[in-house]
């Protein structure tokens, strides 16, 4: 039932590109993408429903593609900001709450 | 704003005690979830309320249990600790059921 997240790691430099997908075998009612720094709680950077509708940051785009039950996190010309634990979060249902997270996935971005 | 607040930030405990473990939402949210996260891992979800009700529960034992007050802070509770148990417990606030979730730094419990 846990969401399972490629790739487990990457690093980059500074200014490439990356793609962190995130893959469930149930059918998914939404999908949030949280980032944790080592030490620090996770902050919210997107959700995707349903639908098509999306919310979250300006620098950070996502895919939700509901038929395959997957979702795809976009980071574009990366900064050192960016590195930390990406996680993602799939919601089954509406109006239950409950995110089932997936193990993560380690981002290093380096000068 | 200040954001969610726990405590205690670090406990030490011993099998079989008890703990209690503290939340304050941000303002205005009226949501509160509850998760534990284990070294390397990713955070699972133990409870969700809404206005003060018990909205979820993840597969935890019923040594776990919660409780939300009406000024919408919450408690969780551990009994007969387990060593199994030593985790950061993440305390989440959201404006909704299922909106973004706002979490604080954690309590995080070394059961000896």
């Known amino acids: 039932q846990q969401p399972v997240q490629s790739p487990q790691a990457v690093i980059l430099r500074e200014g490439e590109d990356a793609v962190i997908n995130c893959s469930s075998s149930k059918a998914l009612y939404s999908v949030h993408w949280y980032r944790q720094k080592h030490g620090e709680a996770p902050v919210f950077l997107m959700i995707l429903l349903k639908g098509g509708e999306q919310k979250g940051h300006d620098k950070i785009s996502a895919s939700f593609n509901e038929k395959k039950q997957q979702s795809s996190l976009y980071l574009t010309a990366s900064q050192l900001s960016y590195s930390g634990t990406y996680f993602c979060?799939?919601?089954?249902?509406?109006?239950?709450?409950?995110?089932?997270f997936g193990q993560g996935t380690t981002l290093q971005v380096k000068p | 704003d200040a954001g969610v607040t726990q405590s205690p930030t670090h406990l030490i405990k011993t099998r079989g005690q008890q703990v209690t473990l503290r939340c304050s939402p941000i303002s205005g949210h009226k949501s509160v979830s509850w998760y534990q996260q284990v070294l390397g891992q990713g955070p699972q979800f133990i409870f969700q309320?809404?206005?003060?009700?018990?909205?979820g529960r993840g597969n935890f034992p019923d040594r776990f249990s919660a409780r939300q007050f009406p000024n919408y802070s919450s408690e969780l509770n551990v009994n007969a600790l387990l060593l199994g148990d030593s985790a950061l417990y993440l305390c989440?606030?959201?404006?909704?059921?299922?909106?973004?979730?706002?979490f604080g730094e954690g309590s995080r419990l070394t059961v000896l």
């Open positions: 989440a606030s959201s404006l909704v059921v299922e909106g973004e979730l706002f």
């Open positions: 979060g799939t919601e089954n249902s509406s109006n239950t709450g409950k995110l089932i």
């Open positions: 309320y809404y206005e003060k009700e018990e909205r």
